[in-house]
């Protein structure tokens, strides 16, 4: 049984991660940023420099909904104005229209903006990995990292379980030790199953409402 699970979650993972490379096809760095995209370093703001090196807002419009559009137009022309001033002036012009861009970016995403991340901000190994994917073309870097974090994930919350699983029926206190393992494994499997099935939809379309709620563990 646990290893067919494992085979299960295996294919969640791949067909995650073929969902992300799929719904990729813009050029340059119109790739996942998910969970970058509110760092210096991250996609969003590096093509806010080169909008505004270029004096093209073109290249960071698809990062943000159809109804911001007009207030990322307003901030660049601001910017670009203020930027002729002097360097101090184009340093604080650039970080007000990377601060506009990421927080309106957040809020298309239903996210809080919580401020911009330094450059060399720990991201983990999941988004520079997707990232290199995207790059490099292929997959299988990625899917060897997320396969086993699933796989390493899933055996560690079962024995959890398993290792609670036999208690006698009066002992309350060891039933109640039994839930609080199984209830972490079950939701565990249970939102990676979501994420791998959930149809693909717009980045900045609400999250769409499972057609079977989740079960109240």
Same mark, same amino acid.
């Not at 080169?50 to 943000?64: E, I, R």
């Given at each position: 049984?646990?290893?067919?699970?494992?085979?299960?979650?295996?294919?969640?993972?791949?067909?995650?991660?073929?969902?992300?490379?799929?719904?990729?096809?813009?050029?340059?760095?119109?790739?996942?940023?998910?969970?970058?995209?509110?760092?210096?370093?991250?996609?969003?703001?590096?093509?806010?420099?080169?909008?505004?090196?270029?004096?093209?807002?073109?290249?960071?419009?698809?990062?943000?909904?159809?109804?911001?559009?007009?207030?990322?137009?307003?901030?660049?022309?601001?910017?670009?104005?203020?930027?002729?001033?002097?360097?101090?002036?184009?340093?604080?012009?650039?970080?007000?229209?990377?601060?506009?861009?990421?927080?309106?970016?957040? %809020?298309?995403?239903?996210?809080?903006?919580?401020?911009?991340?330094?450059?060399?901000?720990?991201?983990?190994?999941?988004?520079?990995?997707?990232?290199?994917?995207?790059?490099?073309?292929?997959?299988?870097?990625?899917?060897?990292?997320?396969?086993?974090?699933?796989?390493?994930?899933?055996?560690?919350?079962?024995?959890?379980?398993?290792?609670?699983?036999?208690?006698?029926?009066?002992?309350?206190?060891?039933?109640?030790?039994?839930?609080?393992?199984?209830?972490?494994?079950?939701?565990?499997?249970?939102?990676?199953?979501?994420?791998?099935?959930?149809?693909?939809?717009?980045?900045?379309?609400?999250?769409?409402?499972? %057609?079977?709620?989740?079960?109240?563990?």
């Amino acid at each position: 049984m646990t290893s067919t699970l494992l085979r299960r979650y295996s294919l969640a993972v791949l067909a995650l991660v073929a969902y992300f490379l799929a719904d990729s096809s813009d050029a340059g760095l119109l790739f996942l940023a998910i969970g970058h995209c509110d760092s210096m370093n991250g996609p969003v703001v590096r093509l806010a420099r080169k909008a505004l090196d270029t004096g093209n807002v073109n290249y960071v419009l698809p990062w943000v909904r159809p109804t911001d559009e007009g207030a990322i137009r307003h901030a660049f022309e601001h910017a670009l104005k203020v930027r002729g001033l002097g360097e101090e002036a184009r340093s604080l012009a650039d970080l007000h229209f990377f601060e506009t861009l990421v927080r309106i970016h957040r %809020a298309g995403e239903g996210e809080p903006y919580t401020g911009i991340k330094p450059a060399g901000y720990d991201l983990g190994p999941a988004v520079p990995a997707a990232d290199r994917a995207l790059e490099e073309g292929s997959a299988e870097a990625v899917v060897r990292l997320l396969t086993e974090a699933v796989r390493r994930g899933v055996q560690e919350r079962l024995r959890a379980a398993m290792s609670r699983k036999s208690f006698e029926v009066n002992d309350v206190a060891a039933g109640r030790r039994y839930v609080e393992a199984y209830v972490p494994y079950v939701h565990y499997i249970e939102t990676l199953w979501e994420a791998a099935a959930a149809p693909s939809h717009s980045h900045h379309a609400p999250h769409a409402v499972p %057609a079977h709620p989740a079960h109240a563990h």
